[in-house]
């Protein structure tokens, strides 16, 4: 759990690990069973807006990457297994969202999407957001080719510090990225939380696709407020 939204009353939220049951998760931290949104997430920058309590069918969810609702009653959860999860808080506008930023929805700008959507749909402003990244893939783990990190080079001139290119083949801090496309955005450094634990190298508590070849189980990132 993040600090940063602990503190926030009313609001429940989880990053699970390793064997985790989500459902249980969800319903010990709001007391309660919720209805459960969640997205077919596809490395883009889609944002999906949640505006009804009841969730979808399986096969009706909609593509995208980020969800985005202030219906109260319902949990947002995205899944993960090296990405990073994102979860996103506007107190006072009542607005939570659930982003998944893998290196393509990271370089897609699937985080400012959903910043400016919560601005933009839920007139809230950016210096109120608390912004929590959950586990991921850190830079020492996460090696890329080339083609790779010269995409992270020539996106943004902030994100080449991000490139890290010690011995030898060039790794990405994914966590830094987004959390410097959220200060563009224009939320304060102090609203900016990251739990700091690499799913590659913790295989006693997290799930990595990298690690595991492709093998692994998925985490969920679940947002929801208890009332």
Known sequence: MSPLLS??????????????????????GAGRPLQVHSVRQVHGSSVHEVTRPTPPREHDRPEGDALITRVRGIALRISVADCVPILICHERA?????VHAGWRGTLAGVL????????????????ALRVALGPAIGPCCFEVGEEVADAFRRADPGTRSCVLEEDGRPRIDLIAVNRMQAAAAGVPESALHSIDLCTMCRADLLESHRRDRGRAGRMAAIIAWRA
């Open 7 to 28: 503190s926030v009353p009313d609001l429940m939220h989880a990053f699970t690990v390793r064997g985790s049951d989500p459902l249980a998760v969800l319903r010990d």
């Open 94 to 98: 009542g607005a939570i969202a659930a």
């Open 112 to 127: 400012p999407a959903a910043i400016r959507a919560l601005l933009d749909r839920f007139d809230a402003d950016a210096a």
